[in-house]
Each structure stands twice: as structure tokens, then as C-alpha cells.
């Protein structure tokens, strides 16, 4: 189903409560980018209680910027740093929204739990599975509600899919297909307005061995390990997600990838073709492709013993199926009435309940999107031990 992360946004009903300016929760913006200002979008055309009050990026431009809009819609000057730590420290932040590079995300959350203050983390959750495991256990041990940003969790239709899914409708599944692909040389960026003098390049390398300033990697480092693992967290984490939704099967059990740079030759290093193989030990294999190499479309399949979902159409039928207890005729879902992602989380940072997409949610994604990461690396199949947490 092809569904924009803006699009969730427009299916969120208004609130109708009307708060008052001290039951307002304050956020710090951590990475004042693209996925901030879709956030920031949302908070300001839409009264659900919250308001940004501290903006952290290691660019000041987009610091700035970001700053200046959030003057403006709220008309009180943002407290701005390039360093996440300084925000987390500030007693007058409630909640923090995490849209820095990946790197960063696992090490982040961690520390951001632990200064007591509630995380909204886009995805991946991680790309370290050793960071990715200390954050999912600090999360665990701790008091506070984290979200983490697959917006699938909260897709009207797939809320009805997943029930019908796992209400046995289409009997066991036991493979999925899912496809995306464009023909453009995705996360490209003009990057030559940068000046190292503006950033704050070792907030930006956060340990991680980058060398001199780069400006280059600063603006697309979607296109550069160790900043990324590539299309396994920048895409497909959202899909794999699906995989524990639908199946509720948290782990994969291997994984086996291929792909490689076959169009865009212009210097980056993650792949713009990419397949993946995921199987999970209930029995169920995950096909993942995406390319950026030709505008084929998109396919997305879910295949069980008594029939076919299609998440395309939201539609499930008996194709495919010889089962005597088949479907007897195509199913169209209806969407579930839902509020946004975003929404959610900010209602269970009052309630302190459970969001959509939790912790287990984002460690597991975690771990398919890095065993498909490390698979690629390593050119063979790689497996996963659900005892030790660990990729063996």
C-alpha cells in the first residue's frame, strides 16, 4: 500500500481539547532536518498540546532555520546547541523527538531514557546490533514511553489488516512478497553551501571513524556507512516491522541479502539495487526488493494457506489457495478510524500507557534491518540467537 508519511498526518481527527500553556508538553528537536519539519508541520497545523521549546543540530544553518520557525509559531525563542547532551540535561524539557542520522539513534535513545525524558525515534531504532540492544535494555528498565517512528504502526489500514491477519483469515502465512522502486538517485543533496566552520563535525561523527570534515556526508549520509546501513534501515524497516505485526513472530531466524551500486556511480556506498530474504521460525519467508535503477512500482503480498492479502488494495481473497476452508470471495478492509503517529505518542506521554509501535517493536525491525545489512557485508547467510540476542 502506498501510503506517505505525510499521509498518516491527514487522517488524524482534531483534537478537541484546548490546553493551557503550562499543561503544554515541551520538546527537544534532536536533528533539525527533513523528518523535524514534518513534525514540526504537524504540531503547528494541529493543536495536540505540545510545543518545541529546544532545537539541538550540529549544523548551524539548519539550527537556525529551525529555530526561527519555531519563534514564529509559538513566539518564544527555542533554547538551540549542537550537542544532544546539553538538551537532555535541561529540566525544562518533557519529551524528545529524535530525528538525527541513524547512527545516532541507538546511543540517543539510551541516553535519552535515561535523563528521564519520554522519546519519540524515528526509525531505525539501530544500526549496531550492539547498540541497538543496549538501548532496547535501558528502555526496558526504565519508566518512560518511547515511540518509535515505523508510522505503518498507525496506517488505518493496516490496523485492519493486522487484525484480520492474525485472526487466521488467510490461514498460516508463509511467504510475503513486498517491492518498492524508483528510477532517481534517492537522498541526494546539494551540499556545497556547507562550511566546516558551521558544523560541529565531531558532534556529527558521534565516535564513529569519519575522518576530516565532509561536507558531502554531513547532507547525504544516507549514502555512506557507518552513518547508515542502507536501504535495510532507511526503507526497510518499515516494512519488516510487519513481519512481528502480522505474525507475531518478534525475530527473524536468517537472513540472506544481495545488491550493489548498478546505476548511480557517483560515489555513494549503500546500494541502489537491493533484495533481502528474511525468514522468521514460525515459518514464514520475507521477500524485500527495492532499486532505484527503473520505476517498476510497487508489491505488497502476504501469502497464507486460505487466501491472499494484497496491501495494495487492502484487499484479502482466495487466490493462490487450495485450502478446502479457502476464502469464499474477495475481502475489501475498511480502514480503522486512528490519530496519527505522532498523535499517539503524545496522548500515552499523558496516560503513560503503551504507544503503537514500542520498544519491542523498534529493537526487532532493528534486528532484521542489521542482519540484512550484515548478510550484504558479508556475502552469506546470516542467523540470529533469540537467547543471547545476538547475530551469529
Given at each position: ?5 505525510r499521509g ?5 481527527p ?6 493551557a ?10 536533528g533539525a532536518g ?7 508541520k ?7 498540546g505540545?510545543r ?15 529555530a526561527?520557525?519555531?519563534k ?19 529540566k ?5 523527538i ?17 535523563a528521564?525524558?519520554d522519546?519519540?525515534?524515528e526509525?531505525?531504532m ?6 541497538a ?6 528502555v526496558?528498565k526504565?519508566?518512560?514511553?518511547v515511540?518509535i ?10 490496523i485492519a ?12 502465512v508463509?511467504?510475503a512478497d513486498?517491492?518498492?522502486?524508483f528510477?532517481?538517485?534517492r ?6 553551501m556547507?562550511?566546516a ?13 569519519l575522518?576530516k ?6 547532507r547525504?549520509?544516507?549514502?555512506f556507512p557507518p552513518?547508515t546501513?542502507?536501504?535495510p534501515?532507511l ?9 512481528y ?7 527473524p531466524?536468517?537472513?540472506?541479502s544481495h ?8 560515489g555513494?556506498?549503500?546500494?541502489d539495487?537491493f ?12 521477500h524485500?526488493g527495492?532499486s ?8 505488497h503480498?502476504?501469502?497464507g494457506?486460505?487466501g491472499t ?9 482466495p487466490e493462490?489457495s ?6 469464499q ?7 480503522v478510524?486512528?490519530n ?12 503513560r500507557?503503551?504507544p503503537?509501535?514500542d520498544?519491542?517493536c523498534?529493537?526487532s525491525?532493528?534486528?532484521a ?7 550484504l557485508?558479508l ?5 540470529f540467537?533469540?537467547?543471547r540476542l545476538e547475530?551469529v
Amino acid at each position: 500500500m502506498q501510503t506517505t508519511r505525510r499521509g498518516f498526518i491527514s487522517a488524524a481527527p482534531a483534537l478537541a481539547a484546548a490546553y493551557a500553556p503550562s499543561d503544554r508538553i515541551r520538546i527537544g528537536i534532536i536533528g533539525a532536518g527533513g523528518r523535524a519539519n514534518d513534525h514540526y508541520k504537524e504540531l503547528t497545523a494541529t493543536d495536540l498540546g505540545a510545543r518545541i521549546t529546544h532545537v539541538c543540530d550540529v549544523w548551524r544553518v539548519a539550527r537556525e532555520k529551525f529555530a526561527g520557525q519555531v519563534k514564529q509559531a509559538w513566539g518564544t525563542e527555542p533554547k538551540t546547541s549542537t550537542r544532544y547532551q546539553d538538551l537532555l540535561a535541561d529540566k525544562d524539557v518533557d519529551a524528545v523527538i529524535l530525528t538525527a542520522p541513524d547512527h545516532t539513534h541507538s546511543r540517543m535513545l539510551a541516553d535519552a531514557v535515561a535523563a528521564g525524558k519520554d522519546v519519540y525515534c524515528e526509525k531505525p531504532m539501530g544500526t549496531i546490533l550492539s547498540e541497538a540492544r543496549d538501548a532496547f535494555v535501558a528502555v526496558k528498565k526504565s519508566k518512560q514511553v518511547v515511540q518509535i517512528g515505523t508510522q505503518r504502526r498507525s496506517d488505518p489500514g493496516l490496523i485492519a489488516a493486522a487484525k484480520a491477519i492474525r485472526s487466521g483469515m488467510i490461514g498460516k502465512v508463509t511467504r510475503a512478497d513486498i517491492q518498492y522502486h524508483f528510477q532517481e538517485p534517492r537522498w541526494r543533496r546539494d551540499f556545497h553551501m556547507v562550511r566546516a566552520e558551521d558544523v560541529d563535525w565531531e558532534a556529527f561523527s558521534f565516535g564513529r571513524d569519519l575522518g576530516k570534515f565532509d561536507a558531502r556526508k554531513l547532507r547525504e549520509w544516507q549514502l555512506f556507512p557507518p552513518l547508515t546501513n542502507g536501504i535495510p534501515g532507511l526503507w526497510l524497516s518499515h516494512f519488516i516491522d510487519l513481519a512481528y505485526w502480522f505474525l507475531d513472530d518478534p525475530y527473524p531466524s536468517s537472513a540472506v541479502s544481495h545488491g550493489g551500486v548498478y546505476m548511480w556511480n557517483d560515489g555513494r556506498v549503500t546500494s541502489d539495487v537491493f533484495h533481502t530474504l528474511v525468514e522468521y521460525p514460525k515459518g514464514c519467508m520475507v521477500h524485500f526488493g527495492m532499486s532505484m535503477t527503473n520505476s517498476a512500482g510497487s508489491r505488497h503480498l502476504w501469502f497464507g494457506t486460505k487466501g491472499t492479502f494484497n496491501g495494495e488494495t487492502l484487499t484479502l481473497s482466495p487466490e493462490g489457495s487450495k485450502d478446502p476452508q479457502r476464502l469464499q470471495g474477495e475481502v475489501k478492509l475498511e480502514p480503522v478510524k486512528v490519530n496519527s503517529h505522532l498523535e499517539n505518542f503524545l496522548e500515552c506521554v499523558r496516560s503513560r500507557q503503551t504507544p503503537r509501535a514500542d520498544i519491542q517493536c523498534g529493537f526487532s525491525h532493528a534486528v532484521a534491518g542489521i542482519m540484512s545489512s550484515e548478510a550484504l557485508r558479508l556475502g552469506r547467510k546470516v542467523t540470529f540467537d533469540t537467547g543471547r540476542l545476538e547475530i551469529v
